[in-house]
């Protein structure tokens, strides 16, 4: 199927919502970051014993019981993916649990995925990287060739309508047309020509802002093998977010969709919710005051390996985005960060289910709501 659901972190994308996707014979994907905030037991662990060691091994526990869960839910069907982001600390740890658990792919972003052969050598999985231009494709694949590996597939997502952590150093660069998908592909098979890869072996999947069958078929047509979706998997029926989370995200205007420097030191887009409209108002006064100034991790998990709040990095973001994140799984619509794409909703406002989605998406029919 040429659709894939993207990886959704904080929780947003976990079993359910991966195991439904592939189910339904699609690539489902989980966002391994910080996913012990959907097991009871294993946040009550972490409250006993409030130390890093503790909270990365929940972490890591809780991945593998996703990835467990999400393949009984599949049936056997599809694929099941971990996303992991390179910006994570904890990145190395969460790959080797994904091979162990036995998930079908591991899903590279947020950094460059120079090492993620080593990681996963000798183990039978397929190694998918996220990128955002072919200049950062050719090097990951000169890089990956000397190590006798190629991706087999390759993420390319589009900084100016994605959700999340955008893959470019600038916020003013979102636009640069050097993204733009026709042409991110086009100078990819150039650099498949040039390497002596065959044009066929690596699929190249298209992201960000993709919300139509019709907007599928024009990036089929400019040659990608698929697309990856995720706002509007985020908002179905299956997502893992609560059902606060689904309605900031399905109800947001054009105007309440902001790009922003986030503590990763990349930018991110986002709904205004009232955190965020408070945070941006004062993001001037805070750099000033302590952006210069290295903080004590609020949370203790020291999730990123280098992080504007806890490291003191003036020109990053300066808050905690664990606590945000989770703060908007659980529905909290005053205190948490609400990630999203740009672009408008297949259906709209409503929230429908992954089955639905998917029909939409391949028929250009809207099935009638249950
Ligand atoms: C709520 C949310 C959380 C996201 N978290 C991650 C993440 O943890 N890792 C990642 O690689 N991409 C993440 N993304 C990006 C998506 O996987 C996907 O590539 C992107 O949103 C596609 O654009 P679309 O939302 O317009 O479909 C996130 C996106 C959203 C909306």
Redesign the pocket.
Known sequence: MPIV??????G??AHRLAGSVAREGALG?I???DLRHHHPDLVERCKASPDRATFEAANQEALAREIAAARRLSEGRGMIAV???RAVSSYADSVKTACDAGADAI????GLPLDLPDLTESVDIALIP?LSDSRGIALVLKKWMKKNRLPDAI?I??PA?????LGVANVGDIGDARFHFARVIEETMQTFDNLGIGRMRIALIV?????SHAALRACLAAGAAGV???????VTEEGD?HPA?KRI?AEAQPDDIVDFVSVTGLPA??VKTPWLARYLRNEERIRTKIGARQQVCPTGLECLSVCGLRDGIEKFGHFCIDTR?AA?LRGDVANGL??????ALPFGPAIRSVRELLDLMLTGRAPAAA
């Open positions: 659901q993207g990886g959704m972190g904080v947003v994308s994907t966002a391994s970051i996303n992991v982001m899903v590279m972003g947020a996220i993420v997502e589009h309508h994605a959700g999340g952590h992201a960000g802002g993709i919300n990856q979706l995720g706002t509007p998997f985020a977010a989370f995200l887009r986002a994140l908007a609400f990630f999203r794409g740009r672009e």
